[in-house]
């Protein structure tokens, strides 16, 4: 239940006076504690069966939790399988959980034996530095610690350091839930720290939504854009070239190469110029920017270059570290800064596809969604002040347009606001309010669901995120609206206004893919694999049902190709129905079949990827059908359709 808002186990006491919520266990908040409580099950199993095992945090994460253990060798699938079975036992049993306070004293005595636990004793007034999930644990209030109680005996079962709530008793988790993987964690997400074993979870109300979810994760297995890009041959990262680091084979190319020119062609239209920058910068550029104090982990090791030494070895002249560039908006500036800016420059558009690298930990990479070279469709828009408000709504309007080109229909917005502590935050307070609110109206403009998250931003101004829903259900953060004041003050960018004083650009950091490579990733999930006809790199093959009809469909074919459409003929030796099988598996949109009828009529036959077929189409209006269902990009093609 939630007590005067504050969320509070069932047996908690509530005056008379109270505002009291019920709590539903579906509810968000009811599958979080759910989910929690089964974490506190997990530990319970693992120290029954290994009393030596020390615990970590385990905090409810969606979809799910994880708890981590201290142990002397690595989890094993046939531990987890014991594991499991202990907690069925506990389930059943139907343990009470039992709140009680303690003092910091009385924390560290009953709790000696556990180093985790106790250094999160020390740290809870600061529970945002304590570690990743240690809210579930302490914060800045007093300490708890949760009993699980036998209902027979009255005796406690197990204890463990916890602020709650949670279910009134462990028969509630049912049979909804369900162990999923381990993994190795840091303690407290530092290398410097130990390694711990983490064992991932899953809880839900019923069994029914236990399948659900699971389905959900079988069919995000079958979509997950790394087994698709080696079955469809579209991407891949050598060994010999580094982690984190992609190629693009032909086909993904071409995928690629289409979703960047449309990108492009649209920019070009809404008034951007595009421009080309290096890789690579000399130090003092992330020096004056602060990147290299801001970011400084994200940044990779520098490069000296330029020293110069004479014939006896003695330097003549120092070198300079160069670094990897990580942002392309330093960059941007300087191109702004080249010559004098009028109010009649302004708005000035700067779009990029540039790429930069991020040092990201080996054990955070990820197929393309997390790696360490990437490209950003990136654009800075220096705009005066009383521009910034209509730029920004052309900003948000484009980006929703442009994904909506891509199939993406399921948006919502995030308004990122500054922080209370003025230390967290440059500029004038007057200034951020008036930003914020301009953000704050366009985005409601939009008519999308809008979440106001205080103390998000970054230190030089407000953002908008957006967030989209894909074909699974998973919301993934996309395109990003800043506002920045920071960067025009650090390069002291000028502008003339119309009176003639000398005024300071506010400057506009927007990213619509945000990583293209990513982005790709994304939508091949998206799609699995079925991209629609104008993003397909294989958009059409020839079928013929025997060898003497391939000679006509390459003449079809080279009509569709002079119509700049990407289409080919399978002269292999197999039977007709494996060319068809091996091309539908390999997620070609649209197959010609031809044979005498055909050929005697001037006509092909459509097969789509549903199976259905449309038979007896005249050349000329075949290739007008293929190029007009490219040029309206239509993200289904079906008999139906054409």
């Given at each position: 239940m939630?007590?005067d808002g504050?969320?509070?186990?069932?047996?908690?006491?509530v005056?008379d006076?109270?505002?009291?919520?019920?709590v539903t266990?579906?509810?968000?908040?009811?599958?979080?504690?759910l989910?929690?409580?089964?974490?506190?099950v997990l530990?319970?199993?693992v120290?029954?069966?290994n009393?030596a095992?020390?615990?970590?945090?385990g905090?409810?994460i969606?979809?799910?939790f994880y708890?981590d253990?201290?142990v002397a060798e690595?989890?094993t699938?046939d531990?987890?399988?014991?594991?499991?079975?202990?907690m069925q036992?506990?389930?059943?049993e139907?343990?009470?959980?039992?709140?009680r306070?303690?003092?910091?004293?009385?924390a560290?005595?009953?709790l000696?034996d556990?180093?985790y636990?106790?250094e999160?004793?020390?740290?809870k007034?600061?529970?945002k530095e304590?570690?990743e999930?240690?809210s579930?644990?302490?914060?800045?209030?007093?300490?708890?610690?949760?009993d699980n109680?036998?209902?027979k005996?009255?005796?406690?079962?197990?204890?463990?350091l916890?602020?709650?709530?949670?279910?009134p008793?462990t028969?509630?988790l049912?049979?909804?839930?369900?162990?999923?993987?381990i993994?190795?964690?840091?303690?407290?997400g530092s290398?410097k720290?130990?390694?711990l074993?983490?064992i991932?979870?899953?809880?839900?109300?019923?069994?029914?939504?236990l399948?659900?979810y699971q389905?959900?994760?079988a069919?995000?297995a079958?979509?997950d854009?790394?087994k698709?890009g080696?079955?469809?041959?579209?991407f891949s990262?050598?060994d010999e070239?580094?982690?984190?680091l992609?190629v693009?084979?032909?086909?993904?190319?071409?995928?690629r190469?289409e979703?960047e020119q449309h990108?492009?062609?649209r920019h070009?239209?809404e008034?951007?110029?595009?421009?080309?920058t290096?890789?690579i910068?000399?130090?003092?550029?992330?020096?004056?920017?602060?990147?290299?104090?801001?970011y400084?982990?994200?940044?990779w090791?520098?490069i000296?270059?330029?020293e110069?030494?004479?014939?006896?070895?003695?330097?003549?002249k120092?070198?300079v570290?160069?670094?990897?560039?990580p942002m392309?908006?330093?960059m941007?500036?300087l191109?702004?800064?080249?010559r004098?800016?009028?109010?009649?420059?302004?708005p000035l558009r700067?779009?990029?596809?540039?790429t930069?690298y991020?040092?990201?930990?080996?054990?955070?990479l990820?197929?393309?969604?997390?790696?360490r070279g990437?490209?950003?469709?990136d654009?800075?828009?220096f705009?005066t002040?009383?521009q910034?408000?209509?730029?920004?709504?052309?900003?948000?309007?484009f980006v929703?347009?442009?994904?909506?080109?891509?199939?993406?229909?399921?948006?919502?917005?995030?308004?990122?606001m500054?922080?209370?502590?003025?230390s967290k935050?440059?500029?004038?307070?007057d200034?951020?309010?008036t930003?914020?609110?301009?953000l704050?109206?366009?985005?409601?403009?939009t008519?999308?669901?809008?979440?106001?998250e205080p103390?998000?931003?970054?230190?030089y101004?407000p953002k908008?995120?957006?967030k989209v829903?894909?074909?699974?259900?998973?919301s993934?953060?996309?395109s990003t609206?800043?506002?920045?004041?920071?960067?025009?003050?650090?390069?002291?960018?000028?502008?003339t206004a119309?009176d003639?004083t000398k005024?300071?650009?506010i400057?506009?950091?927007r990213?619509?893919?945000g990583?293209?490579e990513?982005?790709?990733?994304?939508?091949?999930e998206h799609y699995a694999?079925?991209?629609p006809?104008?993003?397909?790199?294989?958009?059409?093959?020839g079928?013929p049902?025997?060898?003497?009809f391939?000679?006509?469909?390459d003449e079809v074919?080279?009509k569709l190709r002079?119509?700049?459409?990407?289409?080919e003929?399978?002269?292999?030796d197999?039977?007709?129905?494996?060319?068809i099988r091996t091309h539908?598996t390999g997620?070609?949109p649209?197959?010609l079949?031809?044979?005498?009828?055909?050929?005697?009529?001037?006509?092909?036959?459509?097969?789509f990827?549903?199976?259905?077929?449309?038979?007896?189409?005249?050349?000329?209006e075949a290739?007008?059908?293929?190029?007009r269902a490219i040029a309206?990009?239509?993200?289904v093609?079906?008999?139906e359709?054409?």
């Amino acid at each position: 239940m939630r007590v005067d808002g504050e969320l509070k186990d069932l047996a908690a006491e509530v005056p008379d006076t109270a505002t009291t919520e019920p709590v539903t266990i579906d509810s968000p908040d009811g599958l979080n504690v759910l989910r929690h409580s089964t974490a506190h099950v997990l530990a319970q199993a693992v120290q029954k069966i290994n009393p030596a095992a020390k615990l970590g945090i385990g905090p409810f994460i969606t979809d799910g939790f994880y708890y981590d253990f201290d142990v002397a060798e690595p989890f094993t699938p046939d531990d987890l399988k014991a594991i499991k079975k202990e907690m069925q036992r506990i389930v059943k049993e139907g343990q009470r959980f039992v709140r009680r306070a303690v003092s910091d004293d009385e924390a560290r005595a009953e709790l000696r034996d556990e180093p985790y636990k106790l250094e999160l004793i020390g740290l809870k007034g600061g529970q945002k530095e304590a570690a990743e999930g240690a809210s579930v644990e302490v914060g800045a209030g007093e300490l708890t610690i949760y009993d699980n109680v036998d209902p027979k005996t009255g005796e406690t079962q197990w204890k463990d350091l916890c602020r709650g709530p949670h279910v009134p008793t462990t028969r509630l988790l049912g049979n909804g839930w369900d162990i999923v993987r381990i993994a190795g964690a840091y303690w407290r997400g530092s290398e410097k720290n130990p390694q711990l074993q983490r064992i991932y979870g899953t809880a839900w109300p019923t069994k029914d939504d236990l399948k659900a979810y699971q389905d959900r994760l079988a069919e995000a297995a079958r979509r997950d854009h790394r087994k698709l890009g080696r079955e469809l041959d579209l991407f891949s990262f050598p060994d010999e070239i580094g982690s984190g680091l992609s190629v693009w084979h032909p086909r993904g190319a071409i995928a690629r190469g289409e979703m960047e020119q449309h990108a492009r062609r649209r920019h070009i239209a809404e008034g951007y110029s595009y421009v080309y920058t290096p890789h690579i910068t000399k130090k003092d550029l992330f020096v004056t920017s602060n990147h290299l104090v801001t970011y400084a982990d994200g940044i990779w090791p520098p490069i000296r270059m330029d020293e110069e030494r004479d014939e006896d070895g003695n330097v003549t002249k120092q070198g300079v570290d160069y670094y990897l560039k990580p942002m392309n908006c330093p960059m941007h500036i300087l191109i702004y800064k080249e010559r004098a800016r009028s109010y009649r420059d302004l708005p000035l558009r700067l779009a990029e596809n540039g790429t930069v690298y991020r040092n990201e930990l080996s054990g955070a990479l990820h197929g393309l969604t997390r790696v360490r070279g990437f490209t950003q469709d990136d654009a800075h828009l220096f705009v005066t002040p009383d521009q910034l408000e209509a730029e920004t709504t052309k900003v948000l309007e484009f980006v929703l347009s442009l994904l909506k080109d891509f199939g993406l229909e399921d948006f919502r917005l995030e308004l990122s606001m500054r922080d209370d502590e003025k230390s967290k935050w440059i500029g004038e307070e007057d200034v951020w309010e008036t930003a914020t609110d301009a953000l704050r109206r366009v985005a409601k403009s939009t008519g999308l669901e809008l979440i106001e998250e205080p103390g998000e931003a970054a230190f030089y101004g407000p953002k908008i995120d957006l967030k989209v829903t894909d074909a699974l259900g998973r919301s993934w953060q996309l395109s990003t609206v800043q506002l920045d004041f920071n960067l025009p003050e650090r390069f002291d960018l000028e502008f003339t206004a119309a009176d003639g004083t000398k005024q300071r650009p506010i400057m506009i950091h927007r990213a619509l893919f945000g990583s293209i490579e990513r982005f790709f990733a994304i939508l091949l999930e998206h799609y699995a694999g079925d991209f629609p006809l104008w993003l397909a790199p294989q958009q059409v093959v020839g079928v013929p049902v025997a060898d003497e009809f391939a000679p006509y469909l390459d003449e079809v074919v080279q009509k569709l190709r002079v119509a700049d459409v990407r289409a080919e003929v399978d002269h292999s030796d197999d039977r007709m129905q494996k060319k068809i099988r091996t091309h539908t598996t390999g997620k070609v949109p649209l197959l010609l079949i031809a044979g005498e009828q055909d050929r005697s009529a001037g006509t092909v036959s459509f097969r789509f990827r549903d199976g259905s077929q449309r038979n007896g189409v005249p050349v000329d209006e075949a290739v007008a059908l293929v190029t007009r269902a490219i040029a309206e990009k239509r993200l289904v093609l079906t008999d139906e359709d054409l």
